[in-house]
């Protein structure tokens, strides 16, 4: 296992999400109108960010949050418990006599899925990121990472953070108003399995990957999480531009193909006993979790879409409407869903090298609750931006800290600490 925390700080800066969450575990999702009782009842911290920032906090880092709290207990738990984790929490608003933002989250054993309904503080206002706190937040910074949310004040931020050579990682999540304004700004993304589609209006997953990639021509790399079932990342050349200059000679693949044959490559790898090939980490219960494989095309490829599966315009742009739609519903927000869609845009076929990773190996009945899963891999990855470890890098350790987590309710305390890692995840 690994030693203690990095012998230089290296301060990373994240602005979005932080509140409280209520945690309710029961035995199965509940039918309407029915009745039953909590196996278990826990607040805890919560909000994409500062789980996000947690994470990295134990790899190491020093994270500082930016964000917009209530000035209520609620909100004083909220600094207390990032206080204890080591989050820096000098740039946080708190709103006079408003509530902090918090999340009602049920957690089904059963079906090992949790439902989270959120409710939300007070909006953080572009003019409320004073120069002072910019400042403040970006001095000595390393990176900035933006969860998506807050994002008229989040834009700001980051344009701040490029004019001064910082690098900035986003996350797409789901569609919100001004993400895409934000993504733009980004020289690195992390994004949900469904976000490609839901933002590109196209339900084939490599279609919707590669068309997502090729709308952000100044991201550097793209990984996008699948939960279960691994990571695939997107890797631009050093350039940036995504070509060889050998047009003409370079590979092309059907990118649905190319992401299919690389798990398939990585699951032939494994041995007919399926033997784990790393221990990554051990739960507090002692559950011995592994490092998955990874498959890559070692070179530039030019991705190309799927024949006969990509959608005609007018079914892309109703796919993403309604995916807009539901976005606008699930955020209370029915009667703006405009302002949660994507415009229509041309597609050159990226060229970039793939690389697939699977998710950590740990037996079924170990996983206790999903909760975060997501935050804990970008966590994993701020970490190794930060210390300059490789995209791949932060696939295998991502998997294997995601994994972590998920033995523990809630999204924090099944976290590991830098010393409950092996040393080659690090």
């Not at 207990?73 to 989050?87: A, H, K, N, P, T």
């Not at 989040?154 to 919100?176: D, Q, T, W, Y």
């Not at 108003?177 to 992390?190: H, I, K």
Request: proline share 5%; charged share 20%.
């Amino acid at each position: 296992m690994a030693g203690g925390p990095l012998p230089n700080p290296i301060k990373v800066v994240g602005m979005g999400s932080a509140g409280i969450d209520y945690l309710a575990q029961v035995a199965s999702y509940p039918k309407p109108d029915e009745k039953l009782r909590t196996e278990r009842l826990e607040a805890q911290g919560g909000g994409n960010c500062g789980n996000a920032l947690t994470a990295a906090a134990r790899l190491g880092l020093s994270p500082w949050i930016v964000t917009k709290i209530g000035d209520d207990s609620l909100g004083d738990g909220i600094i207390s418990e990032f206080q204890r984790d080591g989050v820096v929490t000098d740039c946080i608003l708190r709103a006079p006599g408003a509530p902090s933002p918090f999340t009602y989250i049920i957690v089904d054993r059963e079906g090992a899925t949790r439902t989270c309904i959120h409710t939300p503080g007070e909006v953080f206002n572009p003019s409320e990121l004073t120069l002072e706190l910019i400042n403040n937040a970006l001095n000595d910074a390393a990176l900035v990472y933006f969860d998506g949310r807050l994002t008229e004040a989040a834009v700001l931020l980051a344009k701040a953070a490029r004019s001064r050579g910082i690098p900035v990682l986003a996350e797409g999540e789901r569609l919100r108003p001004g993400l895409e304004d934000l993504l733009q700004e980004a020289d690195y993304v992390v994004t949900s399995a469904h976000f490609p589609s839901n933002w590109t209006g196209e339900e084939c997953q490599g279609n919707a990957i590669i068309k997502t990639f090729a709308r952000l021509p100044k991201v550097k790399w793209m990984i996008t999480t699948l939960g279960k079932n691994g990571s695939i990342l997107l890797e631009r050349r050093a350039d940036n531009t995504g070509t060889t200059g050998e047009s003409n000679s370079i590979k092309e693949g059907v990118a649905e193909d190319v992401f299919k044959n690389l798990f398939a490559e990585v699951e032939e790898k494994r041995s007919p006993r399926k033997e784990k090939t790393l221990r990554g980490c051990t739960s507090a219960d002692g559950t011995e979790i592994f490092a998955g494989g990874v498959a890559t095309t070692t070179t530039a490829i030019r991705l190309l879409l799927k024949q006969g599966i990509s959608e005609k315009d007018s079914d892309v742009v109703a796919s993403n409407a309604a995916a807009a739609a539901a976005a606008a519903a699930a955020n209370a927000d029915t009667g703006n869903s405009a302002a949660y869609a994507s415009q229509l845009a041309p597609f050159q076929p990226p060229e970039a090298i793939v690389t697939v990773s699977q998710a950590a190996h740990l037996p079924d009945d170990a996983v206790l609750d999903t909760t975060g899963a997501g935050d804990a891999f970008i966590g994993s990855v701020l970490y190794c931006i930060a210390t300059g470890k490789s995209p791949q890098h932060a696939q295998r350790l991502g998997a294997v800290v995601a994994a972590r987590k998920c033995t523990a309710l809630g999204a924090r305390p099944g976290l590991p600490f830098r010393n409950d890692l092996a040393a080659a995840l690090l």
